[in-house]
């Protein structure tokens, strides 16, 4: 599984040695989440925008709970950190800026050509999977 992705977690807090990663977005390493630290799954590429994808709105409720859903598209983040993250896209003119005081330093420059990345290979797989879905693809 690739690092910090989800998997079968829901969510909840970090419990040590459960082998818990995440890439951390001031210095975009895997590290451990820390023990006791709330988390979330963030969606890589926002569910806002995932609703916005063409034909989407045409899937039945269990597609689009599919395509939300995709284990590809999460990744485990601290609460602070994801709430801040908010429904942000790398590479346009809403990008992620956390304060200072949710990301001291602020985002490592390899971290924001990583999530870039990864946003937009997600955007490109759901949008198949929603394609075939709708006999398209």
Known sequence: MPVGRVGSLKGGVAKKGNGDTWRNPATNQSE?????????????????????????????????????????????????????????????????NPSEKVVPGGLSSKYRTWLEFEQNKSKTKLQELIDKFRGEG
């Not at 995932?50 to 989407?56: D, E, G, N, Q, W």
Request: net charge positive; aromatic share 4%.
């Open 32 to 96: 451990p989440l820390p023990e006791g630290t709330k988390i979330h799954k963030d969606h890589i590429f926002p569910k806002k925008e995932i609703r916005r994808l063409p034909r989407f709105d045409m899937l039945t409720p269990e597609q689009k709970k599919m395509v939300l859903n995709d284990p590809d598209n999460l990744q485990l983040m601290p609460v602070s950190l994801n709430c801040s993250k908010g429904c942000t896209v790398e590479g346009t003119d809403k990008p992620w």
